[in-house]
Protein backbone atom coordinates (compact mmCIF):
# COMPACT_ATOMS: atom_id res chain seq x y z
CA UNK A 1 0.00 0.00 0.00
CA UNK A 2 2.25 2.65 1.30
CA UNK A 3 5.96 2.40 -0.40
CA UNK A 4 7.86 4.09 2.28
CA UNK A 5 7.10 5.94 5.77
CA UNK A 6 9.33 8.43 7.95
CA UNK A 7 8.86 9.38 11.21
CA UNK A 8 10.13 13.27 12.02
CA UNK A 9 10.28 15.07 15.14
CA UNK A 10 8.89 18.77 15.23
CA UNK A 11 8.91 21.07 18.54
CA UNK A 12 9.04 17.77 20.29
CA UNK A 13 6.03 16.16 19.04
CA UNK A 14 6.40 12.93 16.70
CA UNK A 15 4.23 12.67 13.18
CA UNK A 16 4.46 9.75 11.29
CA UNK A 17 4.49 9.92 7.39
CA UNK A 18 3.04 7.70 5.20
CA UNK A 19 4.20 7.85 1.57
CA UNK A 20 1.71 6.43 -1.61
CA UNK A 21 1.86 6.58 -5.16
CA UNK A 22 -0.84 8.56 -7.06
CA UNK A 23 -1.31 5.41 -9.27
CA UNK A 24 -2.09 2.80 -6.14
CA UNK A 25 -5.27 1.14 -5.74
CA UNK A 26 -6.03 3.37 -2.39
CA UNK A 27 -4.48 7.14 -3.72
CA UNK A 28 -8.64 7.90 -4.68
CA UNK A 29 -9.80 6.93 -1.22
CA UNK A 30 -7.96 9.09 0.47
CA UNK A 31 -9.09 12.05 -1.86
CA UNK A 32 -12.53 11.22 -0.90
CA UNK A 33 -11.69 10.51 2.30
CA UNK A 34 -15.29 11.23 3.97
CA UNK A 35 -16.34 8.46 2.12
CA UNK A 36 -14.13 5.56 3.02
CA UNK A 37 -12.86 7.30 6.12
CA UNK A 38 -13.02 4.15 8.33
CA UNK A 39 -11.57 1.80 6.30
CA UNK A 40 -8.72 4.27 5.71
CA UNK A 41 -8.03 4.55 9.75
CA UNK A 42 -8.18 0.37 9.33
CA UNK A 43 -5.60 0.62 6.35
CA UNK A 44 -3.19 2.67 8.24
CA UNK A 45 -3.36 0.77 11.43
CA UNK A 46 -2.93 -2.19 9.80
CA UNK A 47 0.10 -1.13 8.26
CA UNK A 48 1.68 0.61 10.99
CA UNK A 49 1.06 -2.98 13.12
CA UNK A 50 2.45 -5.02 9.86
CA UNK A 51 5.75 -3.19 9.07
CA UNK A 52 6.56 -2.96 13.05
CA UNK A 53 6.87 0.94 12.71
CA UNK A 54 7.95 2.24 15.89
CA UNK A 55 5.76 5.38 16.40
CA UNK A 56 4.40 6.46 19.64
CA UNK A 57 2.94 9.52 18.47
CA UNK A 58 -0.85 10.31 17.49
CA UNK A 59 -0.56 12.25 14.16
CA UNK A 60 -0.10 11.00 10.61
CA UNK A 61 0.23 12.86 7.45
CA UNK A 62 -0.60 11.14 4.02
CA UNK A 63 1.84 11.99 0.94
CA UNK A 64 0.85 11.35 -2.54
CA UNK A 65 3.35 12.73 -5.25
CA UNK A 66 4.94 14.62 -2.14
CA UNK A 67 1.77 16.23 -1.38
CA UNK A 68 0.08 15.90 1.88
CA UNK A 69 -3.07 15.42 1.14
CA UNK A 70 -4.49 14.72 4.57
CA UNK A 71 -4.09 14.64 8.55
CA UNK A 72 -4.97 11.25 10.40
CA UNK A 73 -4.86 10.79 14.42
CA UNK A 74 -4.73 7.58 15.68
CA UNK A 75 -6.38 8.50 18.71
CA UNK A 76 -9.66 9.01 16.18
CA UNK A 77 -10.08 4.99 15.94
CA UNK A 78 -10.57 2.62 18.40
CA UNK A 79 -8.84 -0.61 16.78
CA UNK A 80 -10.49 -2.92 19.38
CA UNK A 81 -14.03 -2.24 18.62
CA UNK A 82 -12.95 -1.30 14.68
CA UNK A 83 -15.40 1.83 15.05
CA UNK A 84 -14.01 5.53 15.00
CA UNK A 85 -13.97 7.49 18.11
CA UNK A 86 -17.04 9.76 18.57
CA UNK A 87 -16.56 12.79 20.97
CA UNK A 88 -19.63 14.38 20.17
CA UNK A 89 -19.93 15.79 23.55
CA UNK A 90 -16.47 17.72 23.32
CA UNK A 91 -16.55 21.31 21.68
CA UNK A 92 -13.00 22.32 20.13
CA UNK A 93 -14.25 25.42 18.82
CA UNK A 94 -12.79 26.92 15.58
CA UNK A 95 -9.06 27.10 17.01
CA UNK A 96 -8.47 23.72 16.89
CA UNK A 97 -10.26 23.27 13.57
CA UNK A 98 -8.62 21.80 10.39
CA UNK A 99 -7.64 24.33 7.30
CA UNK A 100 -5.88 23.24 4.47
CA UNK A 101 -3.80 25.83 3.81
CA UNK A 102 -2.73 25.74 0.01
CA UNK A 103 1.23 26.53 -0.29
CA UNK A 104 2.15 29.09 -3.67
CA UNK A 105 4.83 25.95 -3.86
CA UNK A 106 1.28 23.50 -4.48
CA UNK A 107 1.60 21.30 -1.58
CA UNK A 108 -1.47 21.30 0.71
CA UNK A 109 -1.00 21.54 4.31
CA UNK A 110 -3.07 20.45 7.20
CA UNK A 111 -3.37 23.00 9.58
CA UNK A 112 -5.15 23.81 12.96
CA UNK A 113 -6.66 27.12 12.72
CA UNK A 114 -4.47 28.73 15.28
CA UNK A 115 -1.34 27.55 13.63
CA UNK A 116 -2.22 29.52 10.60
CA UNK A 117 -3.29 32.64 12.75
CA UNK A 118 0.24 32.00 14.36
CA UNK A 119 1.69 32.54 10.76
CA UNK A 120 -0.44 34.96 9.73
CA UNK A 121 0.59 37.06 13.03
CA UNK A 122 4.22 36.60 12.54
CA UNK A 123 4.26 38.08 9.45
CA UNK A 124 1.49 40.44 9.48
CA UNK A 125 2.77 42.16 12.66
CA UNK A 126 5.87 43.44 14.00
CA UNK A 127 6.66 40.46 17.07
CA UNK A 128 7.43 44.24 19.17
CA UNK A 129 4.37 45.26 19.09
CA UNK A 130 2.12 44.99 22.10
CA UNK A 131 -0.06 42.46 23.18
CA UNK A 132 -3.01 44.08 22.97
CA UNK A 133 -2.77 44.81 19.51
CA UNK A 134 -1.73 41.19 18.55
CA UNK A 135 -4.91 39.97 20.19
CA UNK A 136 -6.21 42.48 17.88
CA UNK A 137 -4.64 40.86 15.26
CA UNK A 138 -5.28 37.25 16.22
CA UNK A 139 -9.46 38.10 16.27
CA UNK A 140 -9.12 39.67 12.58
CA UNK A 141 -7.22 36.68 11.23
CA UNK A 142 -9.02 33.76 13.07
CA UNK A 143 -12.23 35.51 11.42
CA UNK A 144 -10.67 35.90 7.82
CA UNK A 145 -9.88 31.77 7.97
CA UNK A 146 -13.27 30.75 9.59
CA UNK A 147 -15.21 32.93 7.24
CA UNK A 148 -13.08 30.99 4.18
CA UNK A 149 -13.87 27.69 5.77
CA UNK A 150 -17.89 28.41 5.92
CA UNK A 151 -17.79 29.45 2.12
CA UNK A 152 -15.38 26.48 1.54
CA UNK A 153 -12.83 29.17 -0.56
CA UNK A 154 -8.94 28.05 0.12
CA UNK A 155 -6.91 29.44 1.80
CA UNK A 156 -3.58 29.95 0.64
CA UNK A 157 -0.03 30.66 2.41
CA UNK A 158 -0.39 34.32 0.28
CA UNK A 159 -3.09 36.79 -0.62
CA UNK A 160 -3.77 40.16 -1.81
CA UNK A 161 -4.11 40.85 2.26
CA UNK A 162 -2.76 37.56 4.26
CA UNK A 163 0.32 36.68 4.37
CA UNK A 164 1.40 33.32 6.03
CA UNK A 165 4.93 32.58 7.27
CA UNK A 166 6.06 28.88 8.84
CA UNK A 167 8.03 28.05 11.51
CA UNK A 168 11.70 27.21 9.50
CA UNK A 169 11.10 31.05 8.13
CA UNK A 170 10.42 32.30 11.25
CA UNK A 171 13.33 30.86 12.85
CA UNK A 172 15.72 32.24 10.45
CA UNK A 173 14.53 36.17 10.84
CA UNK A 174 13.92 35.81 14.76
CA UNK A 175 17.08 33.88 15.54
CA UNK A 176 17.54 33.94 19.08
CA UNK A 177 14.17 35.97 20.18
CA UNK A 178 12.62 32.92 18.42
CA UNK A 179 11.53 31.69 21.52
CA UNK A 180 10.46 34.47 23.21
CA UNK A 181 8.79 36.24 20.33
CA UNK A 182 6.84 32.62 20.01
CA UNK A 183 5.52 32.43 23.83
CA UNK A 184 4.25 36.02 23.04
CA UNK A 185 2.32 35.62 19.77
CA UNK A 186 1.26 32.14 21.55
CA UNK A 187 0.14 33.97 24.21
CA UNK A 188 -1.96 36.54 22.00
CA UNK A 189 -3.68 33.50 19.97
CA UNK A 190 -4.73 31.55 23.67
CA UNK A 191 -6.22 34.80 25.20
CA UNK A 192 -8.57 35.41 22.24
CA UNK A 193 -9.06 31.26 21.75
CA UNK A 194 -12.06 31.09 19.59
CA UNK A 195 -13.42 34.44 19.32
CA UNK A 196 -14.38 35.80 15.87
CA UNK A 197 -15.77 38.94 14.80
CA UNK A 198 -19.45 39.46 13.23
CA UNK A 199 -21.73 41.72 12.08
CA UNK A 200 -25.99 40.48 12.25
CA UNK A 201 -24.78 37.28 12.67
CA UNK A 202 -22.52 36.50 10.30
CA UNK A 203 -18.59 37.01 9.49
CA UNK A 204 -17.20 40.13 8.62
CA UNK A 205 -14.49 40.69 5.62
CA UNK A 206 -11.17 41.21 7.93
CA UNK A 207 -9.69 43.99 5.89
CA UNK A 208 -6.79 45.41 7.35
CA UNK A 209 -4.33 47.97 6.32
CA UNK A 210 -0.87 48.65 7.64
CA UNK A 211 -1.15 52.42 8.51
CA UNK A 212 -3.77 55.31 8.09
CA UNK A 213 -3.52 58.82 7.10
CA UNK A 214 -5.45 59.83 10.03
CA UNK A 215 -8.75 58.50 9.16
CA UNK A 216 -9.93 54.66 7.44
CA UNK A 217 -11.47 54.16 4.33
CA UNK A 218 -14.70 54.48 3.62
CA UNK A 219 -15.63 50.68 2.04
CA UNK A 220 -17.66 52.56 -0.42
CA UNK A 221 -14.80 54.14 -1.96
CA UNK A 222 -12.43 51.15 -2.30
CA UNK A 223 -14.90 48.12 -2.72
CA UNK A 224 -18.02 47.16 -4.78
CA UNK A 225 -20.30 47.11 -1.65
CA UNK A 226 -20.84 49.10 1.25
CA UNK A 227 -20.08 47.83 4.41
CA UNK A 228 -21.88 48.88 7.39
CA UNK A 229 -18.24 47.74 9.70
CA UNK A 230 -16.20 49.50 7.27
CA UNK A 231 -16.85 52.68 7.58
CA UNK A 232 -14.52 55.95 8.02
CA UNK A 233 -13.24 56.07 11.53
CA UNK A 234 -10.65 58.45 13.01
CA UNK A 235 -7.06 56.76 13.19
CA UNK A 236 -4.87 59.84 14.70
CA UNK A 237 -2.64 56.88 16.97
CA UNK A 238 -0.58 55.62 13.66
CA UNK A 239 -0.29 59.70 12.41
CA UNK A 240 2.98 60.64 12.40
CA UNK A 241 6.07 61.71 10.07
CA UNK A 242 7.02 57.87 9.52
CA UNK A 243 3.71 57.77 7.68
CA UNK A 244 4.41 59.84 4.67
CA UNK A 245 6.29 58.59 1.70
CA UNK A 246 7.65 59.69 -1.73
CA UNK A 247 7.79 57.95 -5.07
CA UNK A 248 9.53 59.97 -8.02
CA UNK A 249 8.76 59.03 -11.33
CA UNK A 250 9.99 60.22 -14.42
CA UNK A 251 7.96 62.16 -16.60
CA UNK A 252 8.55 60.50 -19.89
CA UNK A 253 7.34 57.29 -17.63
CA UNK A 254 4.30 59.22 -16.63
CA UNK A 255 3.37 60.60 -20.04
CA UNK A 256 3.18 56.82 -21.42
CA UNK A 257 1.22 55.69 -18.87
CA UNK A 258 -1.29 58.37 -17.76
CA UNK A 259 -1.37 59.42 -22.18
CA UNK A 260 -1.02 62.72 -21.30
CA UNK A 261 2.19 65.13 -21.89
CA UNK A 262 3.71 65.56 -18.14
CA UNK A 263 5.89 68.68 -18.01
CA UNK A 264 6.34 71.46 -15.47
CA UNK A 265 3.63 73.31 -17.23
CA UNK A 266 1.18 70.61 -16.91
CA UNK A 267 -2.07 72.10 -14.79
CA UNK A 268 -3.22 69.47 -12.39
CA UNK A 269 -6.38 69.65 -10.36
CA UNK A 270 -7.93 67.52 -7.11
CA UNK A 271 -11.32 67.45 -8.71
CA UNK A 272 -12.40 65.36 -4.87
CA UNK A 273 -11.69 63.44 -1.76
CA UNK A 274 -12.99 60.80 0.16
CA UNK A 275 -14.22 60.91 3.02
CA UNK A 276 -11.21 59.40 4.46
CA UNK A 277 -9.34 62.07 3.04
CA UNK A 278 -8.01 60.37 0.11
CA UNK A 279 -7.73 61.51 -3.52
CA UNK A 280 -11.16 60.47 -5.58
CA UNK A 281 -10.24 61.62 -8.58
CA UNK A 282 -7.65 64.14 -9.80
CA UNK A 283 -7.04 65.72 -13.04
CA UNK A 284 -3.81 65.84 -15.34
CA UNK A 285 -4.25 67.95 -18.23
CA UNK A 286 -7.43 67.26 -20.11
CA UNK A 287 -8.16 63.46 -18.63
CA UNK A 288 -9.72 62.81 -15.15
CA UNK A 289 -8.38 59.80 -13.05
CA UNK A 290 -9.36 57.99 -10.49
CA UNK A 291 -7.17 58.36 -7.66
CA UNK A 292 -7.37 54.66 -6.24
CA UNK A 293 -6.30 52.97 -9.67
CA UNK A 294 -4.06 55.54 -10.40
CA UNK A 295 -2.34 54.79 -7.09
CA UNK A 296 -2.13 51.08 -7.84
CA UNK A 297 -1.15 51.62 -11.37
CA UNK A 298 2.13 53.79 -10.00
CA UNK A 299 2.73 51.46 -6.70
CA UNK A 300 2.03 54.48 -4.24
CA UNK A 301 1.56 53.56 -0.85
CA UNK A 302 -2.22 55.31 -0.97
CA UNK A 303 -3.95 56.82 -2.50
CA UNK A 304 -3.88 59.91 -0.18
CA UNK A 305 -1.24 61.59 -2.19
CA UNK A 306 -0.16 65.33 -3.10
CA UNK A 307 1.73 65.91 -6.66
CA UNK A 308 4.96 68.24 -7.85
CA UNK A 309 5.85 67.91 -10.89
CA UNK A 310 9.43 69.06 -11.53
CA UNK A 311 11.75 69.42 -15.08
CA UNK A 312 12.38 66.11 -15.48
CA UNK A 313 10.18 63.69 -13.08
CA UNK A 314 6.95 64.39 -10.79
CA UNK A 315 7.08 63.28 -6.88
CA UNK A 316 3.98 61.96 -5.63
CA UNK A 317 3.78 62.55 -1.45
CA UNK A 318 1.90 59.95 0.52
CA UNK A 319 0.64 59.47 3.50
CA UNK A 320 -0.64 56.30 5.01
CA UNK A 321 0.06 52.81 3.67
CA UNK A 322 -2.88 50.17 1.76
CA UNK A 323 -6.09 50.41 0.91
CA UNK A 324 -7.24 52.25 4.75
CA UNK A 325 -10.05 49.55 5.04
CA UNK A 326 -10.97 48.54 8.40
CA UNK A 327 -8.10 47.72 11.29
CA UNK A 328 -4.96 49.79 10.94
CA UNK A 329 -2.06 47.58 12.61
CA UNK A 330 0.05 51.04 13.48
CA UNK A 331 -3.30 52.20 15.09
CA UNK A 332 -3.92 49.15 16.91
CA UNK A 333 -0.48 49.79 18.40
CA UNK A 334 -0.99 53.05 18.67
CA UNK A 335 -4.48 52.27 20.82
CA UNK A 336 -2.86 49.33 22.65
CA UNK A 337 -0.19 51.47 24.53
CA UNK A 338 -2.58 54.50 25.06
CA UNK A 339 -4.48 51.83 27.33
CA UNK A 340 -6.70 50.23 25.11
CA UNK A 341 -7.43 46.70 25.01
CA UNK A 342 -8.20 44.57 21.80
CA UNK A 343 -11.97 44.72 22.33
CA UNK A 344 -11.92 48.14 22.09
CA UNK A 345 -9.70 48.20 18.88
CA UNK A 346 -11.60 46.36 17.18
CA UNK A 347 -14.67 48.39 18.58
CA UNK A 348 -13.17 51.14 17.16
CA UNK A 349 -12.07 50.27 13.54
CA UNK A 350 -14.98 47.93 12.76
CA UNK A 351 -17.77 49.96 14.37
CA UNK A 352 -21.32 48.00 14.60
CA UNK A 353 -19.75 44.84 15.08
CA UNK A 354 -19.06 42.60 18.28
CA UNK A 355 -16.94 39.64 19.01
CA UNK A 356 -18.32 36.20 19.72
CA UNK A 357 -16.54 32.75 20.61
CA UNK A 358 -17.35 30.03 18.38
CA UNK A 359 -17.58 27.03 20.33
CA UNK A 360 -20.17 24.94 18.13
CA UNK A 361 -17.26 23.89 16.07
CA UNK A 362 -16.62 20.34 16.36
CA UNK A 363 -13.32 18.77 15.86
CA UNK A 364 -14.58 14.73 15.30
CA UNK A 365 -18.77 13.84 14.60
Known amino acids: MFYKYMVVENEGKKILYLYLNNAEEYSQEFLNRN ?56 DYGVSQKLIDLNHSTGIIEKLKVDEYIF ?97 TEDSSNVLKFAYPYLKSVSSTWDLDSSNVGYRIVPNDYLSQLLRVPINEGTEIELLMKTIGHRVKYIRFGDKVFD ?31 GHGLGLSKYGAEGMAKAGYNYHQILNHYYPNTYIEKEDNFRKKS
Open 291 to 321: GLLLARRLGLDSNDFSVSIGKNATTFTTRGH
Open 35 to 90: RHLLSLHRRINNYIRNEHIPFQGDQICIVINGIIVDTFYLSDYDSKADELVELLEV
Open 119 to 215: GVISNEMPEIFSEEALKAQAVVARTYAVKRLSKDLPIRDYSNTYIYRDKKYLKEIWGNQYESYTEKIRKAIQDTKNEVIKFDGEYIDAYYHLSSNGK
